[in-house]
């Protein structure tokens, strides 16, 4: 069996290891590019009245996603855990306790995060008439295409994101056609406790396209996350082991 594993899916399924998999709720946006829009988000219908140049990003993916399809030069900060591109401009702010004082000094005109807890930050956020998105976890990669649909629309680069959702699907065309994987097992370690990533996961799919079997599926507690034993995976004896947490 030829089990090449080109490097760029292999990437995306360990950049996508601590993803979460709750469902989001995004749909296909408008792509007419003209302002006002308005988005349905899975925190409700977001309404863009003119194109955003002050955005401020407390996800670590939307920051990528962002500067991908060139918006860039449109943020102005992004949370303490957007470490790419390299010319982020970082700040302080967390992205699980934003601090409203510091983004309304920003004069921030959009935000975009991964975690609202119980809605507390949008509802801020609104009352003083900042908009925000909010992107759950992707589950599969048509979720990530309309997350980056989406964050075209919103700061109207959408040519751009359709460019980047193109791309990426050729790329991933390519690398599964030039893969031959169907048949060989797996286990993607996440940390030192031997938690790993199971085919529910956005990781655990990706590794699916390519034809491998995960060991950790048949110990999944319905959370994506298993804890495996030593034992458990020596008995599994898997062909492949990837490692996310060498770091």
Do not use: W
């Amino acid at each position: 069996m030829n089990r090449s594993f080109p490097a760029l899916l292999v990437a995306l399924a360990l950049a996508a290891a601590s993803c979460a998999t709750t469902s989001s709720a995004e749909s296909p946006p408008d792509e007419s590019g003209e302002f006002p829009i308005t988005i349905q988000a899975p925190n409700g219908p977001v309404t863009i009245e003119e194109r955003p140049t002050r955005i401020v990003s407390l996800s670590p993916t939307a920051t990528e996603v962002l500067f991908a399809i060139e918006a860039g030069d449109q943020v102005v900060a992004v949370d303490d855990q957007s470490n790419f591109p390299d010319d982020a401009p970082v700040s302080d702010l967390s992205g699980l306790d934003p601090n409203i004082e510091a983004i309304a000094g920003m004069e921030a005109d959009l935000v975009v995060m991964m975690f609202d807890v119980a809605g507390e930050t949008v509802a801020a956020l609104e009352a003083i008439g900042i908009p925000s998105l909010v992107h759950s976890a992707a589950v599969d990669l048509d979720d990530a295409y309309v997350q980056i649909e989406q964050l075209g629309v919103a700061t109207g680069n959408v040519a751009e994101a359709a460019a980047l959702v193109a791309s990426m699907q050729g790329d991933i065309d390519r690398i599964v056609a030039d893969t031959d994987a169907a048949g060989a097992t797996y286990y993607h370690e996440l940390d030192p406790l031997l938690y790993s990533a199971s085919s529910a996961t956005f990781a655990g799919a990706l590794y699916g396209i390519l034809g491998l079997s995960n060991i950790a599926d048949a110990a999944d507690d319905g959370s994506g996350y298993p804890q495996l034993s030593a034992e458990y995976i020596v008995a599994e004896d898997p062909d492949l082991v990837f490692l996310a947490d060498t770091k």
